[in-house]
């Protein structure tokens, strides 16, 4: 959004800029190419403004249209192609939409994307439904029996000498 803010707010001047930091990001060819079309054009114009006589106090009406048309399309087309192209190529992701199907087109079956620090999951099938599995019965409560320690009296922890 800044650059195209700074192309509009330079009269187009900077439309070179944006198309710059597209370039840069895409890597694309065609962005490279945009680029030095939209660096010569602002050259260009800069030399037309500059090329106007000194003696002249205002632009002719001549002049001042083939300028402004010069500038707005230079403004337009570089801010409308950077927004298009930056839109497009951040909107590409894993999981983004892909483009739509006409009617009476099958969709080709989606696989879901694998996620981070998971393992792939098995494949989604269309010819069975999904049932949900029977919940396990939880084991039967099983109780220790307790033993109980073998009787004593008096006699047996005594020992012998009570006895005799």
Known sequence: MLFA?????????????ALLRLAVVTREVRDWV???VAFVA?????AYIISTPDDQAELTDGQAIVFLV???CSLAGATAYYLWAEIRHFGRGPGAPGPVPYAGQVPPAATPAPRYGYPPGPAPSAARPHTPAPRPRPPARRFRRLRSPPPRNAWTRCGPSWTS
């Open 70 to 72: 010069w500038m707005v």
């Open 5 to 17: 803010a700074l192309t509009v707010l330079s009269c187009g001047f900077l439309s070179w800029a």
């Open 34 to 36: 945009l680029l030095a």
């Open 42 to 46: 602002s050259g260009a114009m800069f």
